[in-house]
């Protein structure tokens, strides 16, 4: 079926694509140059997946099967919920998901600011080649860490039907996690649980006729995925936080359902946290931690999903110097994050009347002191959580559309060009559901007595009549009836386009003579040129804009030429059986504009490649390899529009003993009167800035690369590739981590740093709409990673009992270091996780598999092992940047290893079935407390990076007629 002998190797040569139900191999492909080369040879590291693999681990997401590669972290995916967009993303090297090209069949998917991997019909995937290191003289921006070209079936003769069903089998015992739940009086997740089930079809319909000249390929598929919340796992089924440095406690949020207040005037302001007394009665008490909310169990720990695609492929040969080809795909995907209930959230200040009919007389004297009674109002900040039916839904929907049309054939000279057109439409609606509006809370917290009856002021004077005043001052205290009232669904939308049009033109010179006089062919050219045009228009609805969405627009412009030239210098002499170089270059020329406030910005730039291949013997070949490469600042990045939102991180000027000291603290913006009494963020939850600077300049990237790859002809079956890769991105876009922000101001006291904090003027709280952590966009310091991957695989026969087939894929990291600004000091975070690291990040980490290959190939047994290294909590570091605070509880996470079975069986020639355990010994996440995880933790782990739901079992047949 696959000329490849391995599932995932690092190669010289990309696997041969399949011809399973096909009328012949499809035209060959080559990721990193747009040179026709007749050997396959990559001169940069490349890595091919095929679709064997998928066959055996028996993904459904392709963002999931590259996820387990180890040269990629985990990004956005189904089971990230809180902050989710729906779409799914992959993050090649670490270096963000912005920063790896992704490509379909050698073109750009959707827009840069768009791509969503949901995209990719997975069914048809023939393979996955992943290029390292700057690829932009070949492709243009944002192939920083690389490229991603996913090939797709494009042609077959007949009928492909494929079916796959799964679900997650798990047992939760862990003892120790399980015991801070009883401690805390929280309902236990089940013993057993068998959930999560996903299902996929998929069909596809070709045919060839005309002689073979016209081919025409009609597919469509469905996939769902059922959601799984928080508490169905021992790990994630409540909130946990460290009470110390050696022990987690089931914690929670503030903002709970017995109603927490902090009076900003009256005789109650500066007293901290009060709340309503458990029995109900309208009286008001300290708060402390026994009151905390569980906000864990409504959340998802995989969301509910429903995704459709279709589309077709067709070409139809007119003459060897024009065959005309065009396809079109279409993706419709409906999911859903669920997280805690709504509140009315700290951080909001809320006017109350002191003649509130609601309130008691002792809280209105607590509120008010003499005024109680009166029309006079007084401020408050209020954290009052409506119960579990409310949980906050939120409503993703994309849909994708993407058009190519072109022309290409045979000049003749040994020449070929191929002219083409790519539309690209991405549409996303959000509704947000059962949040609390706080215009209507405010409403309905201005109340006054009309005879006996509590009324809403709004009410009585016509400005809001279905207003109802809300019981917020006894603990569970809002009916259902006032529950709706306060909600208001929130939409918005975002539109975002791809326009390309581009031409090539490639061939051999060596047909008019240039030529190495030792070389056996002549050089190779390609020459094109490329226009590329994005658009984005994102807008919010009234109630969005109150929560701080805004609307925003723009456009990015680029015209490009380039060219790319390979000599073959020396072949076939002793120690020098080939020796190839490569060189390209391309020019770019950029206007961004947003024309809602015609704010405009152009630059030029040049990227460019150089790269040598050295054969000394046949089966022995060293390649090394420079690319510049840029990425360009997205539309988002340029024009998005400024806001507030929420990040996981502590105020270290909170509390009544303060972690940091006053002086360092009066750099932040705290006062004398302030200092011991700011509420510290709630459930670890501060905010921090985002928006848009139209003044970003490209990010600059240089990658380097050196390899051997080695096939000897004594060892049948055998290769192994061995390179070495530094990418450094200069410049690089993004806002200064929030935990940086606070352990540098509270180390060093860096005016710089301590500048950054945006405290509430009234409170010097660090959470609301008034106190935050500045985060807007802007050009930094730099990125830099390296390090060396491995790549081996070994196909022998084993005499009558079959095949054996064994291959690994490694990486070892050398470096993941990170200059938040010029010349102000670096980290590095190899071999730590959290704050400001974010997920994992492994010393090392493989995939290996070995196969059984029955007699006559009706069957196959597999065993894949993924290892990944253990890693330290970043705070444990010596670097003065990551220092932190201290712990023992979390302060590391082991190795971990899964191991995966699988088995393949062809029923007939028509007919092959599949299945297989991931998972197999039912391995569970590590749990992690919520205030150390960041950039995609959810649960109190890293779903993406270790396996969050347990042990999954899949079942799938494809039949081919």
């Known amino acids: 079926m696959l000329a490849s002998s391995a599932q995932a190797q690092q190669v010289a040569e990309p696997a041969s694509p399949s011809t399973e139900a096909s009328d012949g191999p499809s035209e060959i492909l080559v990721t990193g140059t747009r040179i026709a080369r007749p050997d396959l040879a990559s001169n940069s590291p490349l890595t091919t997946i095929s679709d064997k693999e998928i066959r055996y681990q028996g993904v459904v997401n392709a963002e999931t099967l590259l996820a387990r590669m180890p040269q990629f972290t985990p990004d956005a995916n189904d089971n990230v919920s809180n902050g989710a967009d729906g779409s799914a993303q992959i993050n090649l090297r670490n270096l963000g998901s912005n920063r790896v090209l992704t490509l379909i069949n050698g073109q750009r998917i959707l827009s840069s600011q768009a791509t969503d991997i949901n995209f990719i019909p997975t069914a048809l995937i023939e393979r996955v080649d992943v290029v390292t290191g700057g690829a932009s003289a070949v492709y243009g921006s944002d192939a920083m860490s690389g490229v991603v070209n996913f090939v797709l079936r494009d042609h077959l003769d007949g009928f492909r039907l494929d079916a796959q069903t799964s679900f997650a089998q798990h047992t939760n015992d862990n003892a120790y996690v399980r015991g801070l739940v009883s401690a805390k009086g929280y309902q236990l997740a089940p013993r057993s649980v068998i959930d999560g089930g996903k299902q996929d079809i998929n069909g596809a319909f070709g045919k060839t006729f005309a002689d073979g000249r016209a081919k025409i390929m009609l597919y469509g598929g469905y996939r769902h995925t059922e959601p799984v919340q928080q508490s169905t796992r021992d790990y994630s089924s409540c909130a946990l936080n460290a009470a110390s440095q050696t022990n987690l406690v089931c914690g929670g949020s503030s903002n709970t359902t017995f109603g927490t207040f902090a009076p900003l005037a009256g005789p109650s ?453 061995v390179d070495y890769y530094h990418i450094k991105v200069k410049g690089y876009i993004g806002g200064i981590g929030p935990s940086l922000v606070v352990s540098q101001c509270t180390a060093t006291s860096d005016p710089f740093y301590c500048g950054l904090f945006r405290r509430d003027p009234r409170t010097g709280a660090l959470f609301g709409s008034n106190g935050y952590v500045v985060g807007s966009t802007l050009n930094t310091g730099y990125l830099r990673t390296s390090g060396i991957d491995v790549g081996a695989s070994y196909l022998t026969r084993i005499g009558s009992l079959g095949k054996l087939d064994a291959s690994i894929v490694g990486t070892w990291q050398e470096q993941q270091t990170v200059e938040t600004l010029p010349n102000l000091g670096t980290y590095d975070c190899k071999g730590y996780y959290g704050y400001s690291c974010g997920q994992p990040n492994p010393a090392w980490r493989h995939v290996g598999r070995l196969t059984w290959i029955a007699p006559g190939e009706k069957a196959t047994l597999s065993l894949a092992w993924r290892h990944f290294a253990g890693t330290q909590l970043s705070s444990l570091s010596s670097n003065p940047f990551l220092t932190g605070t201290p712990s023992i509880i979390n302060a590391r996470i082991p190795s971990y290893n899964y191991f995966d079975l699988a088995t393949t069986i062809s029923a007939a020639k028509q007919l092959q079935f599949r299945a297989g355990i991931n998972n197999l010994t039912d391995k569970s996440p590590p749990a992690i407390a919520s205030g150390v995880l960041a950039s995609f933790g959810n649960g109190n782990t890293y779903p993406g990076v270790y396996d969050p739901l347990g042990r999954t079992v899949f079942f799938g047949a494809t039949l081919t007629f």
């Not at 110097?321 to 396809?327: D, I, L, T």
């Not at 709504?342 to 003649?355: D, K, R, V, Y």
């Not at 509130?356 to 002792?362: I, V, Y």
């Not at 409506?386 to 003749?412: C, E, F, M, P, W």
Request: charged content about 15%; some cysteine; overall charge neutral.
């Open 269 to 721: 302001a500066g007293l901290g946290y009060l709340t309503n007394a458990r029995d109900g009665s309208k009286n008001w008490v300290p708060y402390d931690a026994s009151y905390a909310y569980n906000y864990s169990p409504t959340n998802y720990i995989q969301r509910s999903d429903e995704r459709y695609t279709g589309g077709g492929f067709a070409s139809f040969e007119i003459a060897p110097v024009a065959k005309v080809y065009g396809s079109f795909m279409w993706m419709k995907d409906h999911t859903f994050s669920q997280v805690a209930p709504s509140a009315l959230f700290l951080g909001t200040t809320f006017t109350i009347p002191c003649n509130n009919p609601l309130m008691s007389s002792a809280q209105a004297s607590a509120l008010c002191g003499t005024a109680a009674g009166t029309s006079a109002t007084t401020d408050t900040l209020i954290g009052y959580r409506l119960d579990s039916t409310y949980s906050r839904r939120d409503d993703l929907r994309h849909q994708d559309y993407r058009y190519n049309a072109g022309v290409k054939g045979d000049i003749g000279q040994g020449f070929r060009y191929d002219v083409s057109y790519l539309y690209a439409l991405s549409r996303f609606d959000e509704t947000y559901l059962n949040n609390v509006d706080n215009v209507k809370a405010q409403r309905a917290l201005n109340a006054v007595l009309v005879g006996s009856t509590p009324t809403c002021q709004s009410k009585i004077d016509g400005s809001d009549p279905a207003c109802v005043p809300i019981d917020i001052f006894r603990a569970n205290g809002i009916s259902a009836s006032q529950a709706q009232y306060l909600f208001s669904p929130s939409n918005t939308a975002s539109r975002n386009t791809l326009e390309v049009m581009s031409g090539t033109v490639s061939g051999d010179l060596g047909t008019f003579g240039l030529q190495s006089p030792w070389a056996r062919r002549g050089a190779g050219i390609a020459l094109g040129v490329e226009h590329r045009r994005e658009t984005l228009r994102y807008t919010v609805d009234e109630v969005a804009a109150q929560g701080g969405a805004a609307n925003a627009d723009g456009v990015i412009s680029v015209n490009e030429a380039y060219g790319e030239l390979e000599l073959p210098l020396v072949a076939d002499v002793p120690f020098l059986h080939e020796l190839t170089v490569n060189g390209g270059v391309r020019y770019s020329s950029y206007t961004n504009e947003q024309r809602s406030t015609s704010t405009k910005s152009s630059y030029k730039v040049w990227t460019y490649k150089a790269e040598l291949a050295w054969s000394p013997v046949d089966g022995a070949r060293f390649r090394a390899s420079y690319n510049r490469a840029i990425r360009a600042p997205n539309i988002s990045e340029l024009f998005g529009a400024r806001g507030i939102g929420n990040v996981s991180l502590n105020d270290p000027c909170a509390g009544a003993t303060p972690e940091a000291s006053l002086t360092t603290c009066k750099l932040t913006g705290v006062t004398d009167a302030q200092y011991g009494h700011i509420i510290q963020c709630p459930a670890d939850t501060c905010s921090q800035s985002y928006g848009g600077n139209p003044a970003l300049k490209p990010e600059v990237g240089d990658t380097y690369t050196f390899g051997v790859v080695l096939t000897p002809k004594q060892v049948p079956g055998f290769s192994l590739s």
